[in-house]
């Protein structure tokens, strides 16, 4: 009997198609996977998932399966489960972006990436775990508590989109969506050997998707393979005018480029190493894999190069003044008057001290302490201001960088996944795993992680990323497609079947 969880996303709709499996058949395999390893009542309890909507992802499978066999036109991944992260709106559905302040709140309305994934007729396993309000790199800051690594339960996912990622690498889902201000994809790919992508800044709406910082955010596909990843990529893609920062041109061909890659090779591409995301401070094993993987690419016929970008050095300072600046004004909307959580004190300004002072976390609170103190008079433009003026120094470090390579590439997290709470008291050490990602949110240029192996070290998943010129998201997807069968061959098929199994509920 096949294990439908264990195939990919593509090879799902293929069998649907050929009639050898249904959609209700799929969905109710990840239902069962889901109870037997995501909740605190099961022995692995990897908490990827904070809702699961049974009812309503099998109704969805079931009329895909009646128009199938009434011979009607369905969309390419049309039956295939997904699960979303829970920054994304959900009508019917609770939304509350890892936090406790919006704790069972219902949104009366859809996203506009919501909407696309119904139009496309694939069912909505739930909603996955995250850093409140996508503020962290490692799902400990979820008002819910964290989510464990399916490699080793004792180690984070990563973050903000650890839940996403986890459900991938546990086979509860075989696709997720992510967000990504700062690698909140990319970065849980590459701990959990899974593929993470950010598209080209506006290349997906983010009508309905909970702001964090809105000149950094950016929704993202996440999949096992990088066919399954660019497939999606094109589901989400296109142009929204509820979004005043969409873009109006055509979906990249993301799917035909991987498919591109993965037959004919890399010649003719030159593939530009970034000086600056590398060297000390980078695990030795992380280092060793990365090496590895260029040997691939070369071999693939592509040219590498070394390319250098002073000013990401930088960048992680102008992050961290950027978005905790951009967070301290998105998230005042969270009053107790509106929606959400309210805690009743006599006057309206006791009412919202106190309803923010018990339902933000932490780590939400500091990034709100920065932001407004970086805003305030006197100080903007020595913070904000001069975080802005090295944004644009990045931006154009990335430009003259692609006059040189047509793509960039870098280690994802220059750590594996390390254990839980080791680094939840020092949120500088925390900050510092998203050192080889940051650069790419400032400038809004699209990358992708994809599996490079296992560090010989600890045997936990390495990422590999892959950084491409603005509008050229397809272009990643290529490169990515060929190292991906490069490193098949090596290590005997996809890195993420290399992963420990869970223990199930008998």
């Known amino acids: 009997m096949t294990d439908w969880t264990r195939a990919s ?38 908490h990827a998932f904070l809702h699961v909507d049974a009812e309503g992802a099998l109704a969805t499978a079931a ?82 508590g964290p989510t464990h690594n399916p490699w080793d339960l004792d180690r984070i996912p990563g973050g903000s989109g650890g839940g996403s990622a986890a459900s991938l690498a546990a086979f509860e889902a075989p696709l997720a969506i992510g967000s990504d201000t700062g690698g909140s994809i990319r970065q849980p790919a590459a701990v959990t050997g899974t593929v993470g992508a950010k598209p080209t800044y506006g290349g997906v709406s983010r009508y309905g998707a909970i702001a964090l910082a809105s000149s950094l955010d950016q929704l993202g596909p996440c999949g096992r393979t990088v066919a399954d990843t660019a497939a999606l990529h094109e589901v989400m893609g296109g142009h929204d005018p509820m979004d005043a920062t969409s873009l109006d041109e055509p979906v990249p061909a993301c799917l035909a480029a991987a498919r591109d890659g993965r037959e004919n090779g890399l010649k003719g591409v030159r593939i530009g190493v970034v000086k600056e995301l590398g060297g000390e401070g980078y695990q030795a094993g992380v280092s060793q894999r990365f090496e590895e993987s260029l040997e691939h690419l070369r071999a693939a016929g592509a040219e590498v190069v070394e390319v250098s970008c002073p000013s990401f050095k930088y960048a992680l300072a102008a992050y961290y003044l950027i978005l905790p600046s951009e967070a301290s004004s998105n998230l005042a909307k969270f009053d107790s008057v509106r929606f959400g959580m309210r805690v009743e004190k006599d006057t309206i300004e006791k009412t919202m001290l106190a309803t923010r002072a018990e339902g933000f976390g932490d780590e939400v609170k500091r990034r709100i302490i920065l932001g407004t103190y970086a805003l305030s008079a006197g100080y903007y433009d020595a913070y904000y201001g001069s975080a802005q003026k090295v944004r644009t120094l990045i931006q154009r470090d990335f430009a003259a960088a692609f006059e040189t390579a047509d793509v960039l590439v870098s280690p994802t997290a220059p750590t594996t996944p390390f254990k839980l709470g080791e680094r939840l008291d020092d949120p500088l050490a925390m900050y510092l795993n998203d050192v080889a990602t940051i650069p790419v949110n400032l400038a809004g240029v699209p990358a992708m992680s994809l599996p490079a192996g296992t560090a010989p070290e600890d045997g936990l998943p390495v990422g590999f990323q892959i950084i491409a010129p603005a509008h050229e998201d397809a272009r990643m997807y290529r490169v990515a497609a060929a190292l991906e069968k490069a490193l098949e061959g090596e290590w005997g098929g996809p890195l993420t079947s290399l992963a420990p199994e869970l223990e199930v509920v008998k």
Do not use: C
């Open 9 to 46: 996303a593509l090879e799902m709709a293929e069998a649907m198609a050929a009639g050898t499996v249904t959609s209700v058949e799929l969905v109710q395999a990840h239902l069962d996977r889901i109870a037997a390893v995501d909740g605190e009542g099961t022995p692995s309890n990897v």
């Open 63 to 144: 009329e895909v399966d009646a128009d199938r066999a009434a011979g009607k036109e369905l969309p390419l991944l049309a039956g295939v489960p997904i699960a979303v992260k829970d920054i994304v709106v959900t009508k019917g559905m609770p939304t509350t972006a890892g936090s406790r302040i919006l704790e069972g709140w219902m949104p009366p309305y859809d996203a506009t990436l919501t909407t696309k994934l119904k139009a496309q007729r694939m069912p909505i396993l739930g909603k996955t775990n995250m850093d409140e309000f996508a503020m962290g790199s490692s799902t400990e800051h979820s008002g819910y």
